[in-house]
């Protein structure tokens, strides 16, 4: 299993930006298709991005298209969730999630991952 340690997060006003970072160890990264999801208070883990083994392809929930970009540096191990034009519903804990199994697609589920980081909190406020 490859490990995962996500930051960048923080508290940012809405309409501003944030990148999250998330580095990788312990496997060769450039195997891996990797993925963020998040987690709001009271509701399920959702999909947020996907990137595929190149950087080659993404994917991306309807409710941040054009606003985030996922990215992803093979030489420092490290993927990356750029988020833009920030809402109120924007916030929650972000977690990274890594696979070397899983083909990138449109709204992946939780269980197309099996390597997740702890997380990393972004509140947006209004």
């Known amino acids: 299993q490859v490990q995962l340690v996500e930051s960048g997060g923080g508290l940012v006003q809405a309409g501003g930006s944030l990148r999250l970072s998330c580095a990788a160890s312990?496997?060769?990264?450039?195997?891996?298709?990797m993925g963020w999801f998040r987690q709001a208070p009271g509701k399920e883990r959702e999909f947020v991005a996907t990137?595929?083994?190149?950087?080659?392809?993404?994917y991306y929930a309807d409710s941040v298209k054009g606003r985030f970009t996922i990215s992803r540096d093979n030489a420092k191990n490290t993927v990356y969730l750029q988020m833009n034009s920030l809402k109120p519903e924007d916030t929650a804990v972000y977690y990274c999630?890594?696979?070397?199994?899983?083909?990138?697609?449109?709204?992946?589920?939780?269980?197309?991952?099996?390597?997740w980081g702890q997380g990393t909190q972004v509140t947006v406020s209004s």
């Open positions: 999630a890594a696979d070397i199994d899983t083909m990138v697609a449109a709204n992946l589920r939780e269980t197309d991952f099996r390597s």
């Open positions: 312990g496997r060769t990264f450039s195997n891996y298709a």
């Open positions: 990137i595929s083994r190149s950087g080659g392809a993404t």
